[in-house]
T-cell receptor, first 109, second 113 residues
Framework: QKEVEQDPGPLSVPEGAIVSLNCTYS??????FMWYRQYSRKGPELLMY????GNKEDGRFTAQVDKSSKYISLFIRDSQPSDSATYLC?????????FGKGTRLHILP | SQTIHQWPATLVQPVGSPLSLECTVE??????LYWYRQAAGRGLQLLFY??????ISSEVPQNLSASRPQDRQFILSSKKLLLSDSGFYLC????????????FGPGTRLTVT
């Protein structure tokens, strides 16, 4: 079983819709939970991070962590074409960050 | 401010040839350094990481190796490339003790023919 599982998509939604992206994990040692965004042919960039279970909001983005279920989510409200990218969940333990495969998201104008 | 450099940007190499990719970081000291490979359908795979000069941890065996000859320099090498080594290679750095944010370089797209 992989440490971090993420559906690669692609996921296509119309502009203005709410997007839900999810990951599951198996290792209870993970401490921080992150979402990175990657545009084509670029390196990933940190979007949000959380430490504990619960919700964290930043503008149109909400990150949710449920440690009891080993499940994390990213919600994007009022999605825009500029949100089209690959979103990677990531989790840290020791000196490493382990990434999910990434979900390709297309926001249709 | 901190900057990470990676070169070359693209590379086409024949099977069996050697490889050397270089990454340097500016504006910080004693960073944690990482090499990742991103291939279609396989996500971002951690290859090597280093917490200090000469300290290399390998996540993926096989025909790749890494070295850290200076504090802010990280090199990925291979003596003989395989077709399966094709992919997008990303170098990243992180401040030691900050576990959630890594800064990625622009990447090298390697095609082995």
């Amino acid at each position: 079983q992989k440490e971090v599982e993420q559906d690669p998509g692609p996921l296509s939604v119309p502009e203005g819709a709410i997007v839900s992206l999810n990951c599951t994990y198996s290792n209870s040692a993970f401490q921080y939970f992150m979402w990175y965004r990657q545009y084509s042919r670029k390196g990933p960039e940190l979007l949000m991070y959380t430490y504990s279970s619960g919700n964290k909001e930043d503008g149109r983005f909400t990150a949710q962590v449920d440690k009891s279920s080993k499940y994390i989510s990213l919600f994007i409200r009022d999605s825009q074409p500029s949100d089209s990218a690959t979103y990677l969940c990531a989790m840290s333990r020791d000196d490493k960050i382990i990434f999910g495969k990434g979900t390709r998201l297309h926001i249709l104008p | 401010s901190q900057t990470i450099h990676q070169w070359p940007a693209t590379l086409v190499q024949p099977v069996g040839s050697p490889l050397s990719l270089e990454c340097t970081v500016e504006g910080t000291s004693n960073p944690n350094l990482y090499w990742y490979r991103q291939a279609a359908g396989r996500g971002l795979q951690l290859l090597f990481y280093s917490v200090g000069i000469g300290q290399i941890s390998s996540e993926v065996p096989q025909n790749l190796s890494a070295s850290r000859p200076q504090d802010r320099q990280f090199i990925l090498s291979s003596k003989k490339l395989l077709l399966s080594d094709s992919g997008f290679y990303l170098c990243a750095w992180r401040i030691a003790g900050v576990p959630y944010e890594q800064y990625f370089g622009p990447g090298t797209r390697l095609t082995v023919t």
